[in-house]
């Protein structure tokens, strides 16, 4: 028998549906709503609360506030609370990925800057190392020309001591003077541009030693400026405050502290943070991180 709801404070009103069994005078009916959602429920009305569909009467339908159970409205919290729940942690996932690849980018680009800064740093310290062989090169020709023009100085004085010595006679003397005169000019002529030489030399060795000076300070500039590029480390810094920000445990301006308390700075925050994401987070651990 096919009956209408008259009244029902569970919401009812208003519905339709069919009479299935009878139960101490109450009826089981199963309505036209439930089956329209595919189950099966029946519900138990009193005689007072039905009448047949054909006496119905102009019963207003109950609003769609109306159509959930306490049960459902339940359900439907508990299902929100879980959707909720869930947003927000793909939410936290995606900024943590977006911020690790951030750093993980900076620290790679920190690291090659630092690997060209060493590699530029090693050719210059070869540059100086070919240079200073040069210079010694150098310096050993001086010394040999200097022994040369001691030699042809001491040359020069046996020379004259030996035409002194020759014989005295007067024609003789002249001739020997003339020789003497014609001797002391060859040397002069030869001497002469092996002093120039001696000179030139002098001044290139003096050079040298200057720009090994120069060399010498600018390494040492080069080696203070990197020292300080590695303490600083600003994108680490910045990364610990923005973990900070999030919530991130272990994280601050300072650096990493793990969970055993230790306190890591520098690249080795970064590795010491990720290391212990993976192992709280068993999903990350076949994860690589890009290098």
């Known amino acids: 028998m096919r009956i209408v709801i008259k009244s029902d404070d569970r919401g009812w009103t208003g519905y339709s549906g069919i009479i299935i069994s009878e139960w101490n005078n109450d009826f089981w009916v199963l309505l036209d709503h439930t089956v329209s959602q595919g189950m099966e429920v029946k519900h138990l009305f009193k005689p007072h609360q039905i009448q047949p569909e054909s006496l119905r009467s102009d019963i207003k339908p109950a609003s769609p506030k109306e159509m959930f159970t306490p049960a459902q409205v339940e359900q439907k919290i508990t299902e929100a609370l879980a959707q909720r729940d869930k947003e927000r942690a793909e939410e936290a996932v995606r900024k943590f990925v977006e911020i690790r690849d951030a750093a993980l ?6 690291i ?62 002249t001739l020997n003077k003339q020789a003497a005169k014609v001797v002391n000019k060859k040397l002069e002529k030869s001497i002469e541009p092996l002093m120039s030489e001696v000179e030139r030399l002098n001044n290139v060795l003096s050079q040298r030693e200057q720009e090994l000076t120069q060399l010498q300070v600018m390494s ?32 601050s301006g300072k650096g990493y502290q793990t969970k055993s308390g230790t306190l890591y700075t520098g690249i080795h925050a970064l590795t010491a943070f990720i290391s212990d994401l993976k192992a709280s987070h068993p999903n990350y651990q076949s994860s690589e991180i890009p290098f």
Request: aromatic letters at 4%; charged letters at 30%; glycine letters at 4%.
């Open 112 to 173: 090659i800057a630092a690997q060209k800064h060493a590699t530029q740093m090693e050719q210059a310290k070869h540059e100086l190392i070919e240079q200073l062989i040069a210079s010694y090169n150098e310096l050993q020709s001086v010394r040999s020309l200097v022994d040369q023009n001691n030699q042809l100085q001491q040359r020069i004085k046996d020379l004259e001591k030996a035409l002194e010595d020759s014989n005295k006679d007067s024609w003789g003397n």
């Open 220 to 251: 040492r500039k080069h080696h203070e400026v990197l020292q300080q590029k590695s303490k600083s480390n600003s994108v680490i810094a910045e990364f610990g405050s923005i973990g900070e920000n999030l919530g991130w445990n272990g994280w």
């Open 105 to 110: 980018k900076a620290a790679k680009e920190e």
